[in-house]
């Protein structure tokens, strides 16, 4: 924000010829960047050579977040511009435009360039050192959701290694039920087998033994009847 302020009021203050500059800074100035950039494009159709006017048109492109054409417009300003010095700026810009996109392996490559062409840059090393402390916390965190990540699926894992188990048990615990059940038609098969049959018969066939049981219970009688008569003869005295 320091660099990107200073250089665009540089340019105001030296009262650049082209017109559509001095709307192209108003318009930064107020915030429009997308027509400030559309501005600069115009004055540097003008004025392709004029450095200034590449660089801000890549401080308007980083502001709108279009890191790829701000990068373009940094590297333009650099092939134009020969003091090292000035080529730090651009790289500063770009470092801290990947810093606010948490792009932060990118611009720790652009501070330490910014550093390389101007070790004095106080803003460039305090930017460099932030850069690495995001970089780092960046990690951590990325670090931490994956080892959350990691334990969550562990114990999912578990979990269901668990609910397996416990099914298993269940199914073992009714298993002796349903062999019981399996085996209770047989035994009742058993039972069957060991009631009496009952005999069929005719009619005639039942008539028949009845008669032969009434027969038999007539001798019965009639054997008893005669044991007695003996018994009662056998006793008498023969005078």
Do not use: C
Not at 48 to 64: D, Q, R, S, T, V
Not at 115 to 130: G, I, K, V
Not at 221 to 231: D, F, G, V, W
């Amino acid at each position: 924000m320091k660099r990107f302020a200073l250089f665009l009021a540089f340019i105001f203050l030296t009262g650049a010829s082209l017109n559509d500059a001095r709307k192209a800074n108003q318009a930064y100035e107020n915030g429009n960047y997308e027509e400030a950039a559309e501005l600069y494009r115009a004055a540097i159709a003008e004025d392709p050579e004029n450095p200034k006017l590449h660089f801000n048109l890549g401080n308007a492109l980083a502001k709108m977040g279009n890191a790829e054409q701000a990068e373009a417009a940094y590297s333009r300003y650099k092939s134009l511009v020969e003091n090292p010095a000035d080529e730090s700026m651009a790289d500063y810009n770009t470092g801290k435009m990947l810093t606010d996109m948490e792009q932060y392996d990118q611009a720790l490559n652009y501070f330490r360039e910014a550093l390389r062409n101007n070790p004095d840059d106080e803003d460039a090393r305090h930017n460099y050192e932030l850069a690495l402390r995001k970089q780092q916390e960046q990690q951590e965190n990325e670090q931490q959701q994956s080892d959350s990540d990691q334990n969550q699926d562990q114990e999912n894992e578990e979990n269901q290694n668990s609910q397996n188990d416990q099914n298993q048990q269940n199914q073992d615990q009714n298993q002796p039920q349903n062999d019981n059940q399996q085996q209770n038609p047989q035994d009742q098969q058993g039972e069957d087998q060991q009631q009496p049959i009952p005999i069929d018969m005719t009619e005639e066939e039942a008539e028949n033994i009845l008669d032969a049981l009434k027969q038999l219970e007539r001798e019965l009688l009639e054997n008893r009847k005669k044991e007695s008569t003996q018994a009662q003869s056998g006793n008498e005295k023969d005078w």
